[in-house]
C-alpha cells in the first residue's frame, strides 16, 4: 500500500524537478575561494553538540517599555567543526537570538544595517501598525538605522522575525537573518510547563554548502540543500535530564517540509503552535512543520533510562533519510527532579465572530520546466502597488486557500492576524492546527479553509507563500483592511 506519508514525500522529492534556475537573481555573497586542497565535508550526524540560543537583553526596561538594539552584519561563524561560514546576522547570532516579550508590554527594536544592501525586518505573526510591519517595499539601506515598535497587544504566541526586502528575503533569510521572538502571557506563566534550562528554543532548517564549507544560494534550490541545522549545527546532539522538555520548535528553512518522529515512535506532546498554546495539548508521534510554521511540544525523557538516545528524525524529503533523516539527538545524560505538568486545560480561544465575507484563494507556479517560473497568486505575481483585497475594518471572513500545484508544496501566510482553521480538504483539522495560525500548510491539490478577524490595525499588508523562494518569485499579494 502506498501510504499518505510517502505519496507526499515523493511529490516533494519531485517538486521542482524542471525549476532549479535562478530566477535571474545572482547570489549575493560570492563563495569564499577554496584555499584548502580537502573539500570541506559535513560532519557525521551526532558529533557536534546543539547550541541554546542566546536570549537577547535589553539595553533600556524604562518609559514603560522594553528598548532593543540589533545590529545587521555579516560575521563568520562555526556550523561545519573547523570551518568558518560567512552568515548574515542579527547581532552576530547564527541562528538569531531569542527575544523574550510579555503580551501588553511594549518592544521597540532599533536595527542598524551594516550590510551592503537594504534589508526590512518583519515580526511574523505579530498584530503590528503596518509602519512597524517591515513590508517588502518598506526597506532600510545600508548604513542607516530602523526602529520597529511593537505593542505586543496579542496573547503570548511563538513568533519571530526575519528580513523581509523584496526579491532578496529568501538569499537574506537563507544566510542566517531570522530570530525567535518569544511572546508570553500571564495565564501561560502561570501554568506548570517546563521551564527556565528545561524550555529550549530550537530553529530547524537546511542548508547546501560548497567545499569550502560556505552557504551557497541558489534559488528554488529544492534538492541542493540537505544538510539538517538545528540551531544552526548540523544534526548535533543534545544532552538532557530524565525529566520534562518543553522545545519551541521553529521551522527557519527557505521551503523545506519537516515530518519529525522520535527514533523509538516515542510520543510527544504537542502543546502549542504558531499563535501560541492550545486549547488542549495532545499526544502525538509526529509533529510537521512547513516553512515558517512552530509547534510547541513536550517531550518526557524520564520514561528512558540514563544513557538512552533518542533521534529526532525527519521522514519527509527530497534528500535522502541519510542526508535529511537526522535532525538531532537526545542524549538523556543524568536524573533529575521535575514538578512541571501539562495541565489539561492550556487556554481559552476566543470565540470566531460571524464571517460575512468569503473568498478564494489560488496559490501556483509554473512547473512546466521553463526557465524563470513564475510565483502567482490568483494568476498574478506580486505588484507591490495593487491592493488585491479590500477588507472593511472589523470584520471577520473566510478565506478558501487552494494549491493548484500538482507536484509542488506551497504554504500561507497572511501578516497582521492570526487565524483558525476550519477545514482542510472538507475535513475537519488535526489537533496541531486546531489553534491559532498564521501559517499553514498546503501540499499539492490541497485546500484550507480559515477564519480571520481584521479589527485592529488598518493598512496594506501582504500575504504569500513561505517557501520564501516563491514569494521571491511573486507569489505573494496585497490586503488592505479600511
Ligand atoms: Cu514570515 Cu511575510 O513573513
Ligand atoms: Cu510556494
Not at 58 to 65: A, D, R, Y
Not at 179 to 200: I, W
Request: charged share 20%.
Amino acid at each position: 500500500m502506498v501510504t499518505r506519508r510517502s505519496v507526499l514525500g515523493g511529490a516533494i522529492g519531485a517538486a521542482g524537478a524542471g525549476l532549479l534556475t535562478t530566477g535571474g537573481l545572482v547570489p549575493l555573497l560570492s563563495a569564499q575561494s577554496a584555499q584548502a586542497t580537502e573539500a570541506v565535508t559535513v560532519p557525521a550526524p551526532f558529533t557536534v553538540r546543539m547550541p541554546t540560543l542566546p536570549v537577547l537583553a535589553p539595553i533600556s526596561v524604562l518609559g514603560g517599555q522594553d528598548t532593543y538594539a540589533v545590529t545587521i552584519k555579516e560575521v563568520a561563524r562555526e556550523i561545519i567543526p573547523g570551518v568558518q561560514t560567512k552568515v548574515l546576522t542579527y547581532n552576530g547570532s547564527f541562528p538569531g537570538p531569542v527575544l523574550r516579550a510579555r503580551s501588553g508590554r511594549t518592544v521597540a527594536i532599533r536595527h542598524r544595517n551594516n550590510l551592503g544592501m537594504p534589508v526590512s525586518v518583519h515580526l511574523h505573526g505579530g498584530n503590528v501598525s503596518p509602519e512597524n510591519d517591515g513590508g517588502p517595499m518598506d526597506t532600510f539601506g545600508p548604513g542607516t538605522s530602523r526602529t520597529y515598535t511593537y505593542p505586543n497587544q496579542q496573547p503570548g504566541a511563538a513568533l519571530w522575525f526575519h528580513d523581509h526586502a523584496h526579491h532578496m528575503e529568501s538569499e537574506h533569510v537563507y544566510r542566517g537573518l531570522s530570530a525567535t521572538y518569544l511572546l508570553s502571557d500571564e495565564n501561560e506563566r502561570s501554568l506548570p510547563l517546563p521551564a527556565g534550562q528545561y524550555e529550549v528554543p530550537i530553529a530547524l532548517r537546511d542548508a547546501r554548502f560548497d567545499d569550502a564549507g560556505q552557504l551557497v544560494y541558489v534559488m528554488d534550490d529544492v534538492f541542493g540543500r540537505t544538510t539538517i541545522l538545528a540551531n544552526g549545527r548540523p544534526s548535533p546532539y543534545f544532552e538532557v535530564a530524565a525529566r520534562k522538555y518543553r522545545f519551541r520548535l521553529l521551522n527557519s528553512s527557505n521551503m523545506r517540509f519537516f515530518q519529525l518522529r522520535l527514533s523509538d515512535g516515542g510520543q510527544m506532546i504537542q502543546i502549542g503552535t504558531d499563535g501560541g498554546l492550545l486549547e488542549r495539548p495532545f499526544t502525538t508521534d509526529t509533529v510537521g512543520l512547513s516553512p515558517a510554521e512552530r509547534a510547541d511540544v513536550v517531550i518526557d525523557f524520564s520514561r528512558y533510562p540514563v544513557g538512552t538516545k533518542i533521534v529526532l528524525e525527519n521522514t519527509l524529503g527530497p534528500g535522502t533519510p541519510d542526508q535529511v533523516g537526522k535532525v538531532l539527538r537526545f542524549d538523556v545524560v543524568r536524573t533529575a527532579s521535575d514538578p512541571s505538568r501539562v495541565p489539561d486545560v492550556l487556554r481559552t480561544l476566543p470565540a470566531m465572530a460571524k464571517a460575512t465575507v468569503q473568498r478564494s484563494i489560488v496559490l501556483s507556479m509554473d512547473e512546466d520546466g521553463r526557465e524563470e517560473p513564475r510565483g502567482l497568486m490568483d494568476g498574478q505575481q506580486w505588484d507591490y502597488q495593487r491592493i488585491d483585497q479590500t477588507i472593511a475594518h472589523g470584520t471577520s471572513e473566510i478565506w478558501t486557500v487552494t494549491n493548484a500545484n500538482k507536484i509542488v508544496p506551497h504554504n500561507f501566510h497572511m501578516h497582521l492576524v492570526q487565524f483558525r482553521l476550519l477545514e482542510r480538504n472538507g475535513a475537519p483539522v488535526a489537533p496541531s492546527e486546531a489553534g491559532l495560525k498564521d501559517t499553514v500548510r498546503l501540499f499539492p491539490g490541497e485546500t484550507v479553509k480559515l477564519h480571520a478577524t481584521f479589527g485592529t490595525y488598518r493598512g496594506t499588508y501582504v500575504y504569500h507563500c513561505h517557501l520564501l523562494d516563491h514569494s521571491a518569485m511573486g507569489m505573494m499579494a496585497n490586503f488592505r483592511v479600511r
